[in-house]
């Protein structure tokens, strides 16, 4: 095998090892903890379901008609979430729906919530969401998909949506440090300017789910439990102050 030959080979084994190991990683999510995922689906309030890929957190004992299509952040979970929302399911009557995203990569399937609109016509109001790189996604998706609002988890848009008449909740905690906050500050002027901004002292990046070990995180002067109480309590003061749907 000549010179060129064994170099071309070599290349090759390199890419196929490199890519397999870029599918590997993506492919390997952070789950939420058994406790936590276990108590939202032992909760009598709340209908846990998976159907086609998408991981539904419903009212068990009432009608809702009113819908959030979350996007998970990257190589997280839908799981991850539950304990998340299960608080707004029972408090505001939203059922929210988490989609496994193609690689645990919601910008491969951005237009995933338009797929769950068609399936539940029953649902009248719609928002759509995301943590991290889920709320980039999120934000495509506003952008060419009508929606009631935008909520957007240690996230911001790569997509100016400043002159849509959407309603936008960004919600940040003041110990994260995995969200690129430069970005997050110049990416302010691509929401509209009726957004709604609110930081939760104490909380990093991992405490919008409940999985653990995310590199390049900080610790948290307040517990997973405590930050689910704190964002519930926003995001279901949004809905019903500002949106008006609880």
């Known amino acids: 095998m000549n010179r060129w030959k064994r170099g071309a080979v070599v290349v090759f084994v390199v890419f196929v ?17 058994s406790s936590s995922v276990q108590e939202v689906v032992d909760d009598p309030q709340v209908s846990v ?14 009608d809702s008609t009113v819908g959030l299509v979350f996007y998970p952040g990257g190589r997280v979970a839908p799981d991850a979430y539950y304990s998340t929302f299960a608080p707004v399911v029972k408090q505001a009557n939203v059922t929210v729906f988490i989609p ?30 995301g943590h991290s790189l889920g709320g980039v996604a999120a934000c495509q998706y506003a952008s060419s998909h009508e929606v009631e ?3 957007l988890f240690a996230s911001y848009c790569n997509v100016d949506l400043s002159e849509e008449s959407v309603a936008v909740l960004s919600v940040t905690g003041s110990a994260d440090t995995v969200l690129d906050w430069e970005n997050y500050q110049a990416a302010t002027t691509k ?11 104490g909380m990093n990046h991992t405490q919008f ?15 997973y439990g405590e ?16 949106m008006g749907v609880v």
């Open 17 to 33: 090892v490199l890519s397999g190991g870029v599918v590997l990683y993506f492919s390997l999510p952070y789950h939420g903890t």
């Open 49 to 62: 379901e998976k159907t086609d890929g998408v991981h539904v957190l419903a009212p068990a004992n009432a």
């Open 100 to 129: 496994q995203m193609p690689l645990n990569t919601a910008l491969l399937d951005t237009d995933a919530a338009a797929k769950i609109q068609r399936q539940n016509p029953a649902i009248q109001t719609w928002f759509v969401g």
């Open 149 to 151: 609002g935008l909520l």
């Open 191 to 201: 929401v509209p300017p009726t957004a709604t901004f609110h930081e939760i002292q």
């Open 209 to 223: 789910g409940s999985y653990r070990g995310q590199r390049g995180d900080s610790p948290a002067s307040i517990s």
């Open 227 to 242: 930050a689910h109480r704190r964002v519930a309590e926003v995001v279901v003061e949004w809905l019903g102050g500002e």
